[in-house]
């Protein structure tokens, strides 16, 4: 589509996978003007390096350029097939540097992405996780139970959210209606309470 997409990739030396990971919110990393990540504002920025000790690449994957304004990506946009064509680039050009199995990892808004990348059936995928996928009232989101995974899914829910965009209460009936490969919802229990509100990134 004419337009760039920066992916922040870190590779151990002895990666057997890397994980691509689609941010929440407005889908808009925060890096500096040397595109440094500042790992301060999403959860799965701000722990990429959790997965590095356990021999996993993280790719973390930018919003594209003509949607970098404070509004990103909203999440119809990620459902579009607009959007599909950028994620096919971004595997593409994972793929040509990292010959290793992907799983996609989507955390609120993010899940609509990985949904999208689903409906690529690509080989290199080998799992797809939603965490607190937000898809209550959230125009696009239905993407995630219309589309067939070809690959296990994993829905992972914290019992203490509040956010209205994804009540860990819908999850089960979430988990039921995503189609094709198998899903299991795993449950968290615990964390700090949020600072900024419920949906926000802290």
Known sequence: ???????????????????????????????????RLDRSFSFLTRSRDQWWQYGLATFVIDAPSDRLDKSGLSVSFRASCEFRSDLAAVLSTI?????????????????????????????????????SPAH??????????????????????????????????????????VGGAATEVVWIDGGMAPIGGPCGPF
């Open 136 to 177: 209550i009232a959230s125009p696009g989101s239905e993407l995630i139970t219309s589309v067939s995974f070809t690959k296990p899914v994993l829905v992972v829910g914290n019992r203490r959210d509040e956010c209205r965009y994804s009540p860990p209460a819908t999850f089960s009936t979430l988990a039921s209606k």
């Open 95 to 131: 793929r040509a540097k990292f010959a290793r199995p992907l799983y996609a990892v989507g955390i609120s808004n993010g899940a609509t992405a990985v949904a999208n990348l689903a409906t690529l059936n690509d080989a290199a995928v080998a799992m797809y996780v939603l965490l």
């Open 1 to 35: 589509r004419n337009v760039a997409i920066k992916i922040v990739a870190k590779i151990p030396s002895d990666a057997r996978g890397g994980v691509l990971l689609f941010t929440g919110g407005n889908g808009v990393l925060s890096m500096d003007a040397t595109d």
